[in-house]
T-cell receptor, first 112, second 112 residues
């Protein structure tokens, strides 16, 4: 158990669907992250939130929309995705910047 | 690990031998480094970290060495066990930020 729980573990969706990924951390951390892990690239940071405010703004297509309602929960809203968006989406949390990030086991997303 | 498709360097070791996994990092301003282990179907698991004011840190059966002169990081695993088989990633944090930049990983195979 890592203390970071992601749901669902697997998701298959069509390109016109709207779905959301959920992440919850039980570690009392202040920062939460979304990463993308695909077959052809190393882990890529997508979004960072610290105390519910976005602090990193990487170049991510607008079809991915994060939401952080409180420091324990993080969502990734998906709509009009493309086949190249099929990947493992990982959530992580850390106490603060420059601290170890602890990962969940990810959501395996497949776009048809 | 989830990096199927990437051409990962592979290290094959005999059970009981020591393993050394190497990583070259890119940013001379990076001041915090982490090693992660990722098993199939799971997220990256924190192993050990080191800050730039140190050149060596030891954990249980693991040692991380940092050579800032040549921007090189290594992970040594003593008495390698079958359960150590996984993909290992190094990661760096530039400028004390939230951003964690991952390497492409090394696959460790432990022969019984």
């Amino acid at each position: 158990e890592t203390g970071v729980t992601q749901t669902p573990r697997h998701l298959v969706m069509g390109m016109t669907n709207k779905k959301s990924l959920k992440c919850e951390q039980h570690l009392g951390h202040n920062a939460m992250y979304w990463y993308k892990q695909s077959a052809k690239k190393p882990l890529e940071l997508m979004f960072v939130y610290s105390l519910e405010e976005r602090v990193e703004n990487n170049s991510v297509p607008s079809r991915f929309s994060p939401e952080c309602p409180n420091s324990s929960h993080l969502f990734l809203h998906l709509h009009t995705l493309q086949p190249e968006d099929s990947a493992l989406y990982l959530c992580a949390s850390s106490q603060d910047e420059n601290q170890p990030q602890h990962f969940g086991d990810g959501t395996r997303l497949s776009i048809l | 690990g989830e990096s199927v498709g990437l051409h990962l360097p592979t290290l094959s070791v005999q059970e009981g031998d020591n393993s050394i996994i190497n990583c070259a990092y890119s940013n001379s301003a990076s001041d915090y480094f982490i090693w992660y282990k990722q098993e199939s179907g799971k997220g990256p698991q924190f192993i050990i970290d080191i800050r730039s004011n140190m050149d060596k840190r030891q954990g249980q059966r693991v040692t991380v060495l940092l050579n800032k002169t040549v921007k090189h990081l290594s992970l040594q695993i003593a008495a390698t066990q079958p359960g150590d088989s996984a993909v290992y990633f190094c990661a760096e944090t530039p400028d004390s930020s939230y951003k964690l930049i991952f390497g492409s990983g090394t696959r460790l195979l432990v022969r019984p």
